[in-house]
């Protein structure tokens, strides 16, 4: 048994048969799905600032949520478990109330800057007064209110293609790009200044 029915469901695979595809996708539906973390899945992961959390309720009423927070607010526990601070913000608690009733759940991690995304596959649930467990999880400094955590066991994942996704910028990348440029430019400056001091010098002489 692999995991590929958690991404490929029985409907899925119907509509790859119907439709041409269940060939492309046989190889990997033997094979199955990644279901670990992986060092270039925790470096991917780590370099985040924001993700999108999807759950449904009992009767299958999808719900997606955008989450964020500093670079990295998605911690790895463990090879099969991620987890994040939930912050204090509107009080709808639409996401708790899904997951109360149904732990399935789905996270895309997205880089625009870098055209990169990443599907996970899971089951997630709530933890409630584990003020040590939150600590762990939030970012000390950053301006929020942590209320409890939400942990996420991977049961499939996978590197979705780059194809149509818009590059933007944070205005952290764009500062460094900044002062990659100054810094070019300030040296070109001062082999300006250099190369007019030694022609003036050369013309004097």
């Not at 719900?63 to 607010?73: D, L, S, W």
């Not at 000390?140 to 996978?158: K, M, N, Q, S």
Request: aromatic residues 10%; neutral net charge; charged residues 25%.
């Amino acid at each position: 048994m692999t995991n590929s029915s958690r991404v490929f469901t029985p409907a899925a695979q119907r509509a790859q048969a119907e439709r041409g595809s269940a060939t492309a996708y046989a190889e990997r539906m033997a094979e199955g799905f990644p279901d670990k973390v992986t060092p270039e899945l925790a470096q991917f992961i780590a370099s985040l600032d924001m993700a999108f959390f999807a759950t449904a309720t009992a009767d299958g009423a999808p719900y997606v949520q955008h989450r964020g927070g500093p670079k990295g607010f998605i911690k790895v526990i463990d090879e099969r478990t991620l987890g994040f601070a939930d912050y204090r913000g509107n009080r709808q608690y639409i996401t708790l109330a899904n997951l109360s009733e149904n732990d399935r759940a789905f996270l895309l991690l997205l880089d625009p800057a870098r055209r990169q995304r990443i599907k996970l596959w899971g089951r997630a649930h709530v933890v409630e007064d584990d003020p040590r467990l939150v600590e762990t999880l939030f970012d000390a400094g950053y301006r929020a209110r942590p209320e409890r955590a939400i942990l996420f066991t991977i049961e499939a994942w996978d590197v979705n293609c780059s194809q149509h996704i818009v590059a933007r910028f944070t205005e952290a990348d764009l500062q460094d790009a900044f002062e990659t440029v100054r810094g070019k430019i300030a040296e070109l400056e001062a082999e300006n200044a250099r190369l007019r001091a030694a022609l003036a010098s050369h013309q004097r002489g």
